[in-house]
């Protein structure tokens, strides 16, 4: 059986919330027992292409760091390589 290692700080990391959102951000810090810290999020979509990414919410920067409630989370994983991939393109323009 393969065990995947957990997500740490720098990852990217796809998270579930309550809401039913799904955020693809890059993983800063655990802050406490109550909130999680995430770098640049964006949310994920569904285009006509397929899934995209877009502003997890549009009145902050570009380069924001969120924190997010743990209550509000459902559960949070490594982000998928496809869609890892897309993340740093929208983020830093860097095709990988």
Do not use: W
């Amino acid at each position: 059986m393969l065990i995947e290692a957990p997500y740490k700080v720098g990852d990217t990391v796809s998270i579930k919330l309550t809401s039913g959102e799904e955020v693809v951000a890059r993983y800063k810090e655990q802050k406490n027992d109550d909130t999680m810290m995430l770098h640049k999020p964006l949310m994920v979509t569904a285009t006509q292409q397929g899934l995209g990414l877009a502003p997890f919410m549009f009145t902050i920067g570009t380069e924001a760091t969120v924190s997010i409630s743990n209550d509000k989370v459902v559960c949070v994983v490594k982000t998928q390589d496809d869609m890892s991939k897309q993340y740093i393109q929208s983020t830093t323009g860097i095709a990988t």
